[in-house]
């Protein structure tokens, strides 16, 4: 069986429910204050099943949503309207268009729908001229709309005539609705939440997409809550899952039914990320108040006792940067400011580019269909697309922002993802967080990460188990500023053989994440563009090339840790005094630099070792200090900080860095305050 919602739409008393009711058979109206006022206050719902049009055997389960008229009530009208795939447009007979009709309208093109029809009601009540003249209203209100050509039915309710013919109507609309697959992750906005004795909380709403199943864990949105599916009804019959399409009723375990209310939702734990920031498409509506899509609206004359248009003044004047709104998206009304990142101001029938900076958190997809309401006076006065959720405020007139929200726009899901990885502060992002972050299926995603990679515009990293995308320009450009630090490098440092990779990483992006920078670094050298030793890079064919009197000065240097031997001079004094050959002291910044980087270069060349912080000493002098080590280790068995001291003639201050340098290097081991050979040491020997 297929599956579709309906809902009605028009002006308050125009007969919608009395519609719904001639359909189904179902009194929508449930609450005591509608029954007694004769008017619908919030939604109704009802259902019927349908024989397909075709000799397919199709049969449809037809939900339907009725919503109120009355223009205190549009709120509640566009919480019903969320999810619905076909519209009937209410228009009564004696009244005509009125302005719940216009706006009623307007909101279901905001929303994108598609397919619909429009129902002439009360017909007993007029004559035939009259009925004329209200149809060609009726036409020329919905010229340019998705209603503009659509089936219009005259119907008495009561009488059940028309009907018949109705839901002949409504089976041509259902075969000529494709219906979806279930697809998407699951997502149900709340349109109610009620106590049942005995079950606890239940709610009600239709499924946006996906499926949902009994014993499922989801999270109720925005106060990321987990709950736990009890049970489902569809249409008052207990399954075992709903799907996308259809209205549902959710028993939740976990949660009070005074903590849950209409505006809530339901979706896949982790999935959705409530935001006060959305950045959004939004169309404004034209000065003279006609549906979304009228070029030139046009002047109703008819039934001047009456007017339909729109005069009030929210919908003549400019929408202005900063002004606040109430900001309608799926079951949730929340107030917040617009603001305008492309114009100074939008005027009516404009379009553009905005964030909206909301006062309190919402949940949404890209792509969703929204609607903002003027404050005061409450009418309609926009619409248009989520881009995305977003984390910080934007700057107006960004040429870059603006680029970026454009192909969020109009862009297909490679253009998105591509731009997504361009643009990450994190450079890397897996397949979960970009469904995550785009709101795009996960066979969506997969499907164009393939194409992108088998291009060549991705590329892949692996850390740990996850696997993470790069953008492959970002990779190049990456590897384009690396070269051109180490170039800077060697030219400020020509007597260093290379920089530590720790500060190059940081001269690369203080951002960029570890598995990247290897990424980078495992490329260069691939191709052969730097050469990687003892975690300082070069570039490939790098010699340091010293001068008579560098050379003069290191061998001085190394002349004076061989003397020293383990009572080695301090870096600082190498650093100040006058060379035995008869040279200058360093006297300027530069000459001081000169001796540190030769200082370096020795270091580097494993020429001097590092014990600890300024404590060098030479490597012939180290490995003469291992065989004394080991020698009298072998003989007494262990050897103590005293022990060495004596052995060497130093004092303590060198004896027990040193040891504790053997330790480091697995060289000995310590035993209390005592020194014993490393195992794998004695092994050797």
Known sequence: MKRAVIGTAGHIDHGKTALVKALTGIDTDRLPEEKARGITIDLGFAYMDLEGASTTGTKWRVGIVDVPGHERFVKNMLAGATGIDIALLVVAADDGVMPQTVEHLEILGLLGLRHGAVVITKKDLVDREWLALVKEDIKELTKGTFLWGAPMIEVDSLKGEGIAELKEVIRGLLEGTEEEAVQGLFRLPIDRAFTVQGFGCVVTGTVLSGQVKVGEEVELLPVKEAVRVRGIEVHGEKVESAVKGQRAALNLGGIKTSEVRRGFELSVPGYLSPAELLDCHLHHLSSAGGPPQVENPPSFGFAQDKPFGRADAASHRPLRNGERVRFHIATTEVMGRVVLLDKEVLMPGEKGLVQFRLEGPVVAERGEHYVIRSYSPCRTIGGGKVLRGCASRLRRFQEDTLKELQILLEGDDREVIGQALRSSR????????????????????????????????????????????????????????????????????????????????????????????????????????????????????????????????????????????????????????????????????????????????????????????????????????????????????????????????????????????????????????????????????
């Open 426 to 685: 994190n450079y890397l992002l897996s397949e979960e967080e970009l469904v995550k972050s785009l709101n795009i299926h996960p066979s969506r995603v997969r499907e164009a990460v393939t194409e992108l990679m088998a291009k060549g515009i991705l590329t892949t990293i692996r850390e740990d188990s996850k696997v993470l995308l790069v953008d492959r320009r970002r990779l190049e450009s990456l590897k384009i500023k690396m070269l051109k630090g180490l170039e800077d490098f060697h030219r400020t440092n020509p007597l260093r053989m290379g920089v530590e990779e720790s500060t190059l990483k940081v001269h690369l992006s203080r951002e960029i994440p570890s598995p990247l920078f290897s990424l980078v670094l495992t490329e260069l050298s691939r191709e052969g563009l730097v050469t990687i030793s003892d975690h300082r890079v070069s570039t490939s064919g790098f010699q340091v090339k010293l001068s008579q009197e560098d050379k003069k000065i290191a061998e001085e240097m190394e002349r004076a840790f061989l003397q020293g031997k383990f009572n080695p001079p301090a870096p600082e004094t190498l650093l100040t005094q006058e060379s035995a050959s008869g040279g200058c002291r360093p006297q300027g910044p530069s000459q001081r630099k000169t001796h540190q980087d030769l200082l370096s270069l020795l270091l580097e060349q494993k020429t001097l070792i590092e014990i600890e912080k300024s404590l060098y000493i030479h490597a012939k002098v180290l490995e003469e200090l291992k065989g004394l080590v080991a020698g009298f280790i072998k003989e007494k068995g262990s050897i103590t900080v005293a022990d060495l001291r004596d052995l060497v003639n130093t004092s303590r201050k060198y004896a027990v860095p040193l040891l504790e340098y053997l330790d480091s290097i697995h060289f000995t081991r310590r035993e209390g305050d005592r020194r014993v050979l490393h195992g794998s040491v004695e092994s050797r020997r």
